[in-house]
Every structure is written in structure tokens, then in C-alpha cells.
T-cell receptor, first 112, second 116 residues
Framework: GQQLNQSPQSMFIQEGEDVSMNCTSS?????WLWYKQDPGEGPVLLIA?????ELTSNGRLTAQFGITRKDSFLNISASIPSDVGIYFC????????????FGTGTRLTIIP | DSGVTQTPKHLITATGQRVTLRCSPR?????VYWYQQSLDQGLQFLIQ???????AKGNILERFSAQQFPDLHSELNLSSLELGDSALYFC???????????????FGPGTRLTVL
């Protein structure tokens, strides 16, 4: 099945550092979502983006919907231990609430 | 806690067997989605139901089927199980078919299926 390309695949950072990850697609999406998954849990919605160029924040998290509609970016500022996990982007081609196509995931690890 | 519940949490079975996974959506949500998460394929959409009716199909095998009942809970049936069916199966729910605001897909904790 189709998956969006997410990079980097993994990140090892120190507490307090800023984090950037991105997601790209060969086709256009009309909605971009960012989820976080902890071990043994389901994905938890972090940010939803609905307009090209939109920049949205949720606390220390900021995400952008790329102008081309083929990419999205997620930034985490001043990382803390609870940020550890796997981050997934997800895109939707239709405006209605239909199936999501997920990215390959970025695993974030904080080095003590 | 997303409000979406899934049972069982873990399931271990043998090849050739049939299992049923259950999902209860968030209170008031009409739409249920099933996703499969495996190491090699990532999170893949299987099927969506809306208010009891099948709405969309994704990469769902013919050996798999689902339904949504009048009380809006959903079941995913997997039959003639193969080793490759071992995966995490997630259910998500949303309020309506219009996206936006609080009406996005919220995921349950998943069912881990192991086929031996």
C-alpha cells in the first residue's frame, strides 16, 4: 500500500534541543495530520492542517502545510523526555473525513 | 484516553483460524475506520463504516471482513489466518464525514494479533 515518505527515519537528540521532521508525497493532499504513537498505544492526534501554507501550533509543536500540498513539516521546540515516541504524518486526498495515508514514521529518542 | 475502546488487547492464535476484533467508537461518533500496522507495511487503511454502512475499502484482503452494528460498535473478522497477518490492528472513529476541528480520526489502543 501507499505510504508517505517521512524523514528522518530516526533522530537522537538531547533534551532541550529543537526537532524538525518532514513528510513528502508524490501526489496532492488536501489535509495533513500529525500523530504521535507511544509503545503499545494507538496514534494520538497532535495537529491538523487544512489549508496550503497554513502554520498551526499546539504548545511546543508547530506544523506547516506545504504550499505545493505535497509536503508538511513538524517542529518540536525545547524537547522534553515525554516527546520520545514515533511521529507519523498522515494525508487525506478528499475534503471529507475519509481514509488516511500514513507516513513511514520518525522515531525520536532523547539521549540523557 | 481517546474514548475509543478495542478488545482484546492481545490475541494469539494458529494459522488457519478465525478471530474477531471488536471496537467501540467514541460516544456519538458515527464513523469507524480499521487500520493494520505491520513492520514492513506501516499503517494501512483497511475499511471504513459510517452509520452501519460500508463507506470505503482500502487494502483489505478477501479473507477479512467487517461490520458496524446498530449500536455503532464494529467488528473486524479475520479468517484463514496466515503468519503474515500478525500485526497491530487499530480502530479509529470520527463524528461525521466532515473533517475539521474535533472531528478528526481518534485511534483506539489497538489489538496485537500474533499468528503462530
Amino acid at each position: 500500500g501507499q505510504q508517505l515518505n517521512q524523514s528522518p527515519q530516526s533522530m537522537f537528540i538531547q533534551e532541550g534541543e529543537d526537532v524538525s521532521m518532514n513528510c513528502t508525497s508524490s501526489s496532492i493532499f488536501n489535509t495533513w495530520l500529525w500523530y504521535k504513537q507511544d509503545p503499545g498505544e494507538g496514534p494520538v492526534l497532535l495537529i491538523a492542517l487544512y489549508k496550503a501554507g497554513e502554520l498551526t501550533s499546539n504548545g511546543r509543536l508547530t506544523a506547516q502545510f506545504g504550499i505545493t500540498r505535497k509536503d508538511s513539516f513538524l517542529n518540536i521546540s525545547a524537547s522534553i523526555p515525554s516527546d520520545v515516541g514515533i511521529y507519523f504524518c498522515a494525508g487525506r486526498t478528499n475534503f471529507g473525513n475519509e481514509k488516511l495515508t500514513f507516513g513511514t514514521g520518525t522515531r525520536l529518542t532523547i539521549i540523557p | 484516553d481517546s474514548g475509543v475502546t478495542q478488545t482484546p488487547k492481545h490475541l494469539i492464535t494458529a494459522t488457519g483460524q478465525r478471530v474477531t476484533l471488536r471496537c467501540s467508537p467514541r460516544s456519538g461518533d458515527l464513523s469507524v475506520y480499521w487500520y493494520q500496522q505491520s513492520l514492513d507495511q506501516g499503517l494501512q487503511f483497511l475499511i471504513q463504516y459510517y452509520n452501519g454502512e460500508e463507506r470505503a475499502k482500502g487494502n483489505i484482503l478477501e479473507r477479512f471482513s467487517a461490520q458496524q452494528f446498530p449500536d455503532l460498535h464494529s467488528e473486524l473478522n479475520l479468517s484463514s489466518l496466515e503468519l503474515g497477518d500478525s500485526a497491530l490492528y487499530f480502530c479509529a472513529s470520527s463524528g461525521t464525514l466532515i473533517s475539521g476541528g474535533d472531528n478528526e480520526q481518534f485511534f483506539g489502543p489497538g489489538t496485537r494479533l500474533t499468528v503462530l
